[in-house]
């Protein structure tokens, strides 16, 4: 039987009806806003993955170009990979939810979002995040939300909240959250040069629409929902293992990440130490299963690090929590591009190439968003030595096209127009080494390959990457956070502007 509910988000009426469509999924709910329809899924496998130390989930967004009445070019006419903007899509939402989940859990989740109609008007990436919290939520699968998202725009000096394609072609701001009842879980967002009373003032306004949409959910799971699974199986670490790995490690793990040594020698010795307590402790008895130790090991450095940084402000490479690494930047280093930038921050370093083209180097757009075309474009590519490792080139996977998409937002906005500047624009970014925040530092590579090429930008722009490390009695903010801060700490938070 087929139940419709029905709220506002903004001044745009949204409905949730579930029960009509794809009734063997674990939770299917049809999210529409106008006359864009997407199908929100969620399911759980029935079996656990084993050997797990993480929580399985996947999100898909099929974007079916039947829904603007559109057929796809090329030989095939049909949907390939997906498209860049159906993998932010993706990368966005698995943002949202993933907090959500249980983090022991072990089996596999997916959620799958398919695009059905859509009147290029109304955004299916605010819908998208609904539905897919909605269909998770009156699922049998165990979950923290309901949460719900929001866009908000500033159109003629006014916030307008969940705006649409046509009103969003006037505003200097494009700011997407996603958050519960009671906090923001996700912000993403461009603007030009927006203060920052105005980005909070929008901030603010949007979880306080978002209030609608999570009352419907929790409507819907009172009398829709499906029982939540309880058999089903969670990874419990147990006692005897954190504490005899306490116990070994002693306080190696302190002295390590304490030590100076650059990024390599520091992985070099944990990994000896990790290595070490994986041979050794698995003759202590069944209770010392792999899963098991690397759990134990995962924790205790998490719990070291912490202990570093909010009892003592120490940081592994010394640095004090506001601390830059040093910089270094040189522009035209190559001598047959149109423009390069090398950008170096600590171990991370970045070259980006800028190529200018004419109208016909444009890229088209195959896919569902109101853009048909593309005159600046960004790409990120991170090989394996940028990290000391091996393995087989392919193609960009979902990090590297996201971080080529962050840094191309946050230099779409001084991009001369192309009545000024009648040139297509690509920049590249080559990842040489990495040790957090590549992405931010392609931002400022790209900003140095861009002068080198003569393009009159409107300002220099520069990007950082913070952290949040927070305590039972206060918290502490890390500026330029490098790798180990990104996996050990409670934030990743990327930032980039003008002066």
């Known amino acids: 039987m087929s139940n419709l509910y029905q709220t506002t988000l903004g001044e745009h009426p949204i409905s949730l009806e579930t029960g009509k469509l794809a009734g063997q999924a674990g939770g299917a709910v049809t999210v529409r806003s106008g006359d864009t329809v997407l199908l929100a899924t969620a399911t759980a496998a029935k079996e656990p993955r084993e050997g797990l130390t993480f929580f399985p989930l996947t999100v898909d967004y099929e974007e079916r170009l039947y829904a603007a009445g559109k057929i796809p070019g090329g030989f095939f006419k049909r949907e390939g990979r997906p498209s860049e903007q159906a993998i932010l899509l993706c990368r966005l939402t698995d943002r949202a939810l993933r907090p959500l989940f249980p983090k022991n859990l072990r089996h596999e989740v997916q959620v799958i979002l398919t695009a059905l109609s859509a009147d290029q ?7 998208a995040l609904i539905g897919a919290s909605a269909a998770v939520s009156i699922s049998d699968i165990p979950f923290k939300g309901p949460m719900s998202a929001v866009r908000m725009g500033l159109i003629d000096g006014r916030l307008v909240i969940n705006p649409t394609a046509s009103q969003m072609a006037s505003s200097i701001l494009d700011l997407r959250l996603a958050g519960t009842r009671e906090t923001v879980l ?3 967002a461009e603007g030009k040069e927006i203060g920052e009373a105005q980005i909070w003032e929008a901030v603010r306004l949007g979880h306080q629409a978002m209030q609608n949409v999570i009352d419907v959910q929790e409507r819907m799971m009172a009398e829709v929902g499906k ?14 293992v954190r504490r005899v ?4 490690a002693g306080g190696l793990p302190t002295q390590i990440l304490t030590a100076a040594m650059g990024k390599e020698e520091r992985n070099r010795a944990l990994d000896n130490l990790h290595t070490q307590l994986l041979t050794e402790l698995p003759s202590l008895g069944e209770l010392f299963t792999s899963e098991a130790i690397e759990a134990a090991w995962e924790e205790l450095l998490r719990q070291e690090f912490r202990a570093l940084v909010l009892s003592r402000g120490l940081r592994p490479d010394g640095r004090r ?3 830059i690494r040093p910089l270094s930047c040189e522009a035209g280093m190559l001598p047959r591009t149109h423009g390069s930038g090398l950008f170096t921050r600590g171990e991370t370093q970045v070259l980006t190439i800028a190529t200018l083209g004419t109208a016909s180097d444009e890229q088209i757009l195959d896919g569902l968003t109101p853009l048909e075309s593309k005159r600046f474009m960004h790409h990120y590519n991170f090989p394996p030595y940028s990290t000391g490792e091996t393995r087989p080139l392919r193609g960009p996977g979902r990090r590297e096209i996201g971080h080529g998409a962050l840094a191309e937002r946050a230099l779409a906005q001084v991009i001369p127009s192309e009545e000024a500047f009648p040139y297509t624009l690509r920049l590249v970014s080559e990842v040489l080494s990495s040790n957090g ?3 931010m530092a392609s931002v400022c590579g790209s900003s140095l390959a861009l002068m080198d090429a003569g393009v009159p930008l409107a300002a220099h722009v520069a990007g950082i990457s913070m952290g949040l490390v927070k305590g039972d009695e206060g918290f502490t903010l ?6 180990v801060e990104d996996a050990l700490g409670d934030m990743d938070f990327k930032v980039a502007g003008t002066r």
């Open 186 to 188: 996700m912000i993403e």
């Open 437 to 439: 925040s590549t992405s």
């Open 321 to 323: 929590p506001e601390e």
């Open 121 to 127: 008007e109304n955004y299916l990436d605010i819908l």
């Open 478 to 483: 890390l500026t330029d956070i490098q790798g």
């Open 245 to 248: 790995i306490e116990q070994r």
């Open 227 to 240: 029982p939540k699974r309880e058999a089903l199986t969670y990874f419990q670490l147990p006692a005897e």
